[in-house]
Structures are given as structure tokens and as C-alpha cells.
């Protein structure tokens, strides 16, 4: 199956791979520096079961002044953006590997089994129940009455938010061996976008599931199966009419999301995510280098290289800093002018793998312990 595959490449990768001899690179030493800014927690809220043994990475979702959680466990929560208090917990009793979801009046999570479930966003109450083809490891996309999911066995599913009656899917043919996630979907518009193990980005039409166009990101290169590995795991961002994705040892590319027409492309190699401003798009790559690259032609801004091999999650742009977390527990605040540490703070002992949120001056940021809090920097 290719879900054991994709396990077994993961440790593959995670290792590294030279020849017959595994080598691990050690994780840089955090040097110290004097921090421009200082931390502060707002609050901090139990989030539920530890994920640390999982591996899962369960973000949680913001919507309407919400965040909204999951365990691997199937309980979900939300609370308060303003002070963290808990406005409901539900438990869906089932195993979640496919994150959370929230729009359209909906939170949505997706089971170890495939099972989409939809609750109530307003009380957690559960409104429908449907079925994937098979296993999701990254959160849906809610927008415009539908909610598309991605399955490792390289199918857009789509369903009506009404009642979770399918309404189309799109498949493609997967390769044998692949990174252990999942692009999640993106929804712009009346488009359906989103990264497959195959290297390619495609966009479908969203009511219908029609293909619009696709492009690869990355051409399957070496002489083995992991050498060809190729996959789009980092969701693609929009900025105007522009599309931005990247792929595993492979590049990042812009295109124009209508058309699908090539706009630049520079070699990279991440699977993490992506995120931007109005100048520049920010990643960190599989060395764990956080790097910055003009939007508009693709040159390179800025390559911070402290932070190599502490397995960073993707960045997050918010009021002039880019905000990554690590396998310890801390959370790097970097300028985004050239790269530069301004402040650091450690949520606690589990890694920090998912993608923090950003609303306003407030960074939302949880670990694999179970751990959310909001964060807030002020000037010294």
C-alpha cells in the first residue's frame, strides 16, 4: 500500500540518505542575540491528547475571531480568540489524521478511516458524516457551499456542505513512494487548487470538478524511488492572480492561476508550506534554512542558516516578521527585510510543527504536546 510506503520514506527522509550510509546532520545550537522585541503570552488553553507519538500533524483553524482544534484522539474544541475560553468540546470518538476545517458554518475533520465529519460550528454539534476513498493527512477546504479534501491515494473528493453528499472527484495517478502527508486544497474563487506526489499543481473547477489546467512543479529525477521523489506537499498560496507552489526536491514556481501559464521558477526543495507578503514569499527548505524570494521575479531576498536541521515547520508572515517554530518548542521571529533574529520564545517542550495562525497583531501557536497560546509582541 502506498500509505506504508509513504511512512517508510518518511523515516527515509527524516534520517537522510547518502549511498548505503545514513547520515543525520546535527541540529544547529540556538546562538544568542539581543531581541528587539519582547514576548507575550496572552493566553494558553489545553488543546487535547499529545500528538508527539503520532504522525499526524493536526493544525488548528481560525475563523470569525475562533480557533478551532483537534486531537489525534477526536476531540475537538473552541475557544475564544480574545482571552482563550473554551466555547465548546465535542468528541467525534474516532481517530483524526486530516486537520480542521471551518467555513460555510461548518468545522470539519477528517478520521483515520477517511470519514469526513462536519459539525455545527456554533455549538460542535454534528451535522453530517461521509466517506473518502481513503486515508487524509492535511485539512479540507470549506468555500462556496462545498468542501474539498485530498486522500493519499491522489483523489479530490468534493461535498456538498449541506449534507456531505459527494458532488465530485478528481483523480490522479500516484506514484508508488511518497513523502507521509498531503497538499491541502485551496479554494479561490471558482477553482479548486492543489499539489499531488506527482510534482504536478492542478486546478479544477470547483461546482464541477473539471480540469483547468495543470503544471508540474517538478520532474521526477535519480535512479532510485526516493531520488525521484517529487511531491507538492506545501499547500499553493494566491497573491492577486498569481499562484505560488513548491515541491520536494524539486522548485518553487509562479504561475498565473488562470491560465497556468509560467511566471518564474527557482530551484528548491521543501514540504512544508508557504506563506507571503505584498513583496516578497517566505518557506523554509528541507535543510530547515528559513529563505525569502522577490515575488515578482523569484530572486532571493534573504537565507537565514542558524536554524538548519531543527525541523521547521512553515513560516508565517505577520506585521513585518516571519514567525517559524522548531523541534524543541521555540518560536523564531525574523525580519523580513533581510532575515535577521528580533525575538524568540519557547511554548514549551513539543515541537512546533504546524503552521501558526496570524490575525492582527496575534500569533496562535500550538505543539505536539497538546499546547495552544496566543502570542503577542511588544517593543522593548
Known amino acids: ?103 460555510d458554518g461548518l468545522v470539519v475533520v477528517i478520521t483515520k478511516k477517511g470519514e469526513v465529519i462536519a459539525l455545527d460550528r456554533k455549538d460542535g454539534k454534528q451535522r453530517w458524516t461521509s466517506r473518502l476513498s481513503s486515508q487524509s493527512l ?44 498531503t497538499a491541502s486544497p485551496v479554494i479561490v474563487a471558482d477553482a479548486v487548487l492543489s499539489g499531488f506526489a506527482s510534482g504536478k499543481v492542478v486546478a479544477v473547477q470547483l461546482q464541477s470538478g473539471k480540469l483547468l489546467w495543470e503544471l508540474p512543479v517538478a520532474q521526477p529525477q535519480g535512479r532510485n524511488e526516493v531520488e525521484r521523489l517529487v511531491d ?46 505584498l513583496k516578497n514569499i517566505y518557506l523554509t527548505d528541507d535543510r530547515g534554512n528559513v529563505l525569502a524570494f522577490d515575488l515578482r521575479t523569484g530572486a532571493s531576498v534573504w537565507k537565514q542558516e542558524q536554524l538548519r536541521a531543527r525541523q521547521l515547520n512553515a513560516p508565517r508572515y ?5 514567525a517559524v517554530g522548531d523541534f524543541e518548542g521555540y518560536v523564531h521571529w525574523l525580519s523580513s527585510d533581510d532575515g535577521h533574529f528580533v525575538a524568540r520564545y519557547r511554548l514549551g517542550s513539543g515541537a512546533v510543527q504546524s503552521q501558526a495562525l496570524a490575525d492582527n497583531d496575534k500569533l496562535y501557536v500550538s505543539n505536539q504536546s497538546g499546547n495552544l497560546a496566543a502570542l503577542q509582541l511588544i517593543k522593548n
Open 1 to 103: 500500500m502506498k500509505t506504508t510506503a509513504a511512512i517508510l520514506t518518511f523515516l527515509v527522509f527524516l534520517s537522510g540518505c547518502g549511498g548505503s550510509k545514513v547520515v543525520r546532520e546535527e541540529p544547529a545550537k540556538l546562538l544568542d542575540f539581543v531581541p528587539e522585541m519582547r514576548v507575550k503570552q496572552l493566553w494558553t488553553a489545553d488543546s487535547g491528547a499529545s500528538a508527539a507519538k503520532s504522525a499526524v500533524v493536526l493544525t488548528p483553524a481560525l475563523y470569525d475571531n475562533v480557533v478551532y482544534t483537534c486531537d489525534p484522539e477526536g476531540r475537538v474544541r473552541a475557544f475564544s480568540t480574545n482571552n482563550g475560553r473554551e466555547l465548546w468540546e465535542t468528541h467525534v470518538d474516532r481517530p483524526v489524521t486530516g486537520g480542521i476545517a471551518a467555513g
Open 138 to 181: 492535511a485539512p479540507a477546504a470549506v468555500a462556496s457551499g462545498v468542501v474539498v479534501a485530498q486522500s493519499v491515494d491522489g483523489k479530490l473528493t468534493a461535498l456538498s456542505t449541506a449534507d456531505g453528499k459527494r458532488l465530485w472527484r478528481y483523480e490522479r495517478t500516484e506514484p508508488p513512494l511518497s513523502l507521509y502527508g
Open 232 to 277: 507538492v506537499d506545501a499547500s499553493p498560496v494566491i497573491v492577486g492572480s498569481v499562484l505560488y507552489a513548491a515541491s520536494y526536491q524539486g522548485k518553487i514556481i509562479a504561475l498565473d492561476a488562470q491560465s497556468g501559464r509560467l511566471l518564474w521558477s527557482r530551484e528548491v526543495s521543501t514540504f512544508t508550506g508557504l506563506d507571503t507578503d
Open 318 to 322: 505577520m506585521d513585518g516578521l516571519v
